[in-house]
């Protein structure tokens, strides 16, 4: 955390990102937030994450978090897929 910054957590970020799709496809993207990187090895992450969404969401929402496995590399080969098409 660097002081004098405006920051907010991973649960914010992910909910207000959500927040800024029309209710049709937030719904959708709740069921396949995916977590990559080396910090998705975390022990507990995809559970936390879960948790926190649920309550950030609106009532009756499903929250599904995928953990990717590859690991650091995870965001590269996602992008490096995305990116062939």
């Keep these: 955390m660097m002081v004098g910054t405006n ?7 992910i909910a207000r990102t959500l927040d800024t799709c029309p209710a049709s496809v ?8 995916i977590v990559v990187g080396g910090g998705s090895k975390i022990p507990g992450l995809a559970e936390r994450l879960t948790r926190d969404l649920i309550s950030e969401s609106p009532t009756g929402s ?9 690991g650091s590399e995870g965001a590269f080969l996602g992008m490096q897929y995305i990116a062939k098409y």
């Design 62 to 70: 499903t929250i599904k978090i995928y953990v990717g496995k590859g």
């Design 7 to 13: 920051q907010i957590d991973i649960v914010k970020a």
């Design 26 to 33: 937030a719904s959708q993207l709740r069921k396949n937030i």
